[in-house]
C-alpha cells in the first residue's frame, strides 16, 4: 500500500538537485495552459507548434519519448543528453517540485512524497553527500512562486467550468424534467482514456482549452487564467446560442463537464474521481443518476 509522507516547510531534507537526470526519465509530467505556454517560449516556439511536437492528449501532458536512460526509461522530450532539460527557465511546476508532491484542499497546503523512504536516493545517492535544505529554501530556490499560483488560479477555473455544467443541468429544467443521462455522461467522460474524451471534445474545444489566445500574461498567471476563463465563456456562449430542447441542454452540459475533467487531468487530478465527486453534488441538488 502507498504511503504519503506529509512535510512541513521547515523540514529538512537532502533535497539539491543532482547532475544525473534520472527525474527525467519514465515519469508523467501533465500540464496546465500557462505551464504549456512558458515551456513554448522556453523553447522559442509557438504554444501550438510546442504542443503538436512535444505533448500528448492535446497538450496536458508532456511527450515521454527521448533515448532510454535510467533503467532504460525513456527520457522526457526536452532532455537532452550530457546536458539537461533544454527548457529548465520554463519548466513546470511538477518539475521544480520533484520529488516533492503539492496538495491544496481549501485553504489547507501540504507538500508531500510518497512512501516512508525519501525518493532519489536510489537514483541520485550522490545527493546524500550535498547540503541538505529545508523545504521552504528548496521551493524558493525552484522558483516555483508563479507557478503555484497558476496551478490554483486553474484549479479554480477547472471547478467554474464544472459550474456551468451544474448550471446547464440544475437550473434550465433539465434535471426536473426526469434526465437520467446527464449524470451518465459524466460519469462514461471520467472513465474515459485521455485520447477518448479529447476526440470526444473535438479539436476546436482542446485548442481553446489549451492554447488560449491570450495577448498578455506570462509574467502574470492570474491574468493570464482570467482572459482565459473570459474566452472560454465567450465561445461558450457564442456555441450554445438559444438553448430551448432538453438535448441542447445536455450536450452543453456535458461539454462543459468534459472540458473540466480534462482540464483536470492536467492538473493532475483523477478525472474519475472529479466526476463521481461532482455526480454525488448534482444528485445532492436534485439531479437523478
Known amino acids: 500500500m502507498s504511503v504519503t509522507t506529509k512535510l512541513t516547510l521547515t523540514d529538512n531534507l537532502p533535497l539539491t538537485c543532482s547532475r544525473s537526470g534520472t527525474c527525467c526519465h519514465g515519469k508523467t509530467v501533465r500540464l496546465n495552459p500557462w505551464e504549456l505556454a512558458c515551456l513554448s517560449e522556453a523553447k522559442g516556439l509557438t504554444p501550438r507548434a510546442f504542443r503538436d511536437q512535444y505533448c500528448d492528449f492535446g497538450g496536458i501532458q508532456l511527450r515521454f519519448d527521448g533515448a532510454p536512460g535510467w533503467r532504460q526509461q525513456p527520457a522526457c522530450s526536452q532532455y537532452v543528453p550530457d546536458f539537461g532539460c533544454s527548457v529548465h527557465l520554463g519548466r513546470p511546476l511538477a518539475c521544480r517540485l520533484y520529488p516533492l508532491g503539492r496538495q491544496r484542499q481549501g485553504e489547507e497546503l501540504h507538500y508531500m512524497h510518497q512512501g516512508r523512504d525519501f525518493p532519489c536516493l536510489e537514483g541520485c545517492p550522490e545527493v546524500l553527500h550535498l547540503p541538505q535544505l529545508s523545504i521552504a529554501a528548496y521551493i524558493e530556490g525552484q522558483a516555483t512562486k508563479r507557478f503555484e499560483v497558476a496551478q490554483d488560479e486553474y484549479l479554480e477555473l477547472m471547478q467554474n467550468l464544472a459550474d456551468s455544467a451544474f448550471a446547464l443541468l440544475l437550473e434550465s429544467g433539465l434535471a426536473e424534467s426526469g434526465d437520467r443521462q446527464t449524470l ?52 461558450a456562449q457564442e456555441s450554445f446560442g438559444t438553448l430551448d430542447k432538453v438535448a441542447d441542454f445536455r450536450k452543453a452540459s456535458e461539454l462543459m463537464m468534459g472540458l473540466a475533467l480534462h482540464l483536470g487531468r492536467g492538473l493532475g487530478a483523477n478525472p474519475a474521481e472529479l ?10 441538488h436534485g439531479a437523478l443518476d
Open 275 to 284: 466526476a463521481e465527486h461532482w455526480i454525488k453534488t448534482a444528485k445532492e
Open 184 to 235: 451518465r455522461l459524466w460519469r462514461e467522460m471520467g472513465r474515459e482514456e485521455p485520447e477518448q474524451l479529447q476526440v470526444r471534445l473535438g479539436p476546436q474545444w482542446i485548442d481553446l482549452l489549451m492554447l488560449p489566445e491570450v495577448t498578455d500574461g506570462l509574467h502574470d498567471p492570474v491574468a493570464f487564467s482570467h482572459q482565459h476563463h473570459d474566452l472560454l465563456l465567450l465561445k
